[in-house]
């Protein structure tokens, strides 16, 4: 099993959409799980860290459920800027700040 | 805004070569990583460091890699004798906290490294 498994991409949206990603991940030890978003050859950059209570940041919704080590990220009213690739992001567990990342689902908005 | 600055942002280098890649974190961050992505694969962990020591090392970083902070600003990546599978992007990345914990990584923009 991959360390962590996101849902293969692509995705074709209409603006206005609602989308939602999904994500497992293997080691139960892992403590911290984030959404990050990565343009076209560009670095990664943090879009939302994600908490056991959920967490909302304005059109973004990020949820964890430890029990099935599972995380989702929902997005609501899609834009044009919101194309991108996903990418759920999961910390190994340990104290060496190791991150680990998933393929990424890549989202493309149209108008 | 501070950020993570990265050179060279491309490099070509002949099989066998030594490369260095060279960052500069946020000024205030005490834990520094590099990760690399290859050409259509995911953003992979090399290593992290702290304190003038590797915090941990992924298995993809074996004895042709290493990292020095040489001075107080720069943070490099070296590979001894760079192979075909070397070639990827290559990203530094610090942090004010140890990753995982509340904090984010800041990524710098990254070095493409192309071997042939």
């Known amino acids: 099993r991959k360390e962590v498994e996101q849902d293969p991409g692509p995705f074709n949206v209409p603006e206005g959409a609602t989308v939602a990603f999904n994500c497992t991940y293997s080691?139960?030890?892992?403590?911290?799980f984030f959404w990050y978003r990565q343009d076209c050859r560009k670095e990664p950059k943090l879009l939302m860290s994600?908490?056991?209570s959920g967490n909302e940041d304005g059109r973004f919704t990020a949820q964890l459920n430890r029990a099935s080590q599972y995380i989702s990220l929902l997005i609501r009213d899609s834009k044009l800027s919101d194309s991108a690739t996903y990418l759920c992001v999961v910390n190994k567990g340990n104290q060496g700040g190791k991150l680990i990342f998933g393929q990424g689902t890549e989202l493309s908005v149209k108008p | 805004e501070p950020e993570v600055t990265q050179t060279p942002s491309h490099q070509v280098t002949q099989m066998g070569q030594e490369v260095i890649l060279r960052c500069v974190p946020i000024s205030n961050h005490l834990y520094f990583y590099w990760y690399r992505q290859i050409l259509g694969q995911k953003v992979e962990f090399l290593v992290s460091f702290y304190n003038n020591e590797i915090s941990e090392k992924s298995e993809i970083f074996d004895d042709q890699f290493s990292v020095e902070r040489p001075d107080g600003s720069n943070f490099t990546l070296k590979i001894r004798s760079t192979k075909l599978e070397d070639s990827a992007m290559y990203f530094c990345?610090?942090?004010?906290?140890?990753?995982?914990?509340?904090?984010?990584?800041?990524f710098g923009e990254g070095s493409r490294l192309t071997v042939l």
């Open positions: 994600v908490y056991s």
């Open positions: 080691n139960s030890a892992s403590q911290s």
């Open positions: 990345a610090s942090s004010e906290y140890l990753a995982g914990a509340p904090g984010e990584l800041f």
